[in-house]
């Protein structure tokens, strides 16, 4: 079993930026794959990025890639994401979610993960 406890959202102006983190315990970290996802009021659930186990490779959503930028430390058990250039669009509940690692690794759909964080808000003003 792993816990998954994201931080660092907040309200920022559009053009600022901020970072996200989401430590988990429980479980070696460093053997899991992590995604984070955001769903905005009335929408769906959507992707936004994943690394792979050992943080080497990530996969971002087109409408994220060149703005944020995932990373993971797993000798400190935490996945950042951290997130440029931030758009009113960008406005959501953002969570983090992990699987067990293995050959494959982009996981892009919400039915992939096995454990979720509880979410954190972000708010892009215009």
């Known amino acids: 079993q792993v816990q998954l406890v994201e931080s660092g959202g907040g309200l920022v102006q559009a053009g600022g930026s901020l970072r996200l983190s989401c430590a988990a315990s429980?479980?070696?970290?460093?053997?899991?794959?992590v995604g984070w996802f955001r769903q905005a009021p009335g929408k769906e659930r959507e992707f936004v990025a994943v690394i792979n186990w050992s943080g080497s490779s990530t996969y971002y959503a087109d409408s994220v890639k060149g703005r944020f930028t995932f990373s993971k430390d797993n000798a400190k058990n935490t996945a950042y994401l951290q997130m440029n250039s931030l758009k009113p669009e960008d406005t959501a509940v953002y969570y983090c979610a992990a699987h067990y690692g293995g050959s494959y690794w982009k996981s892009t759909a919400p039915d992939e993960y096995d454990y979720w964080g509880q979410g954190t808000q972000v708010t892009v003003s215009s």
């Open positions: 429980g479980r070696t970290f460093s053997r899991y794959v």
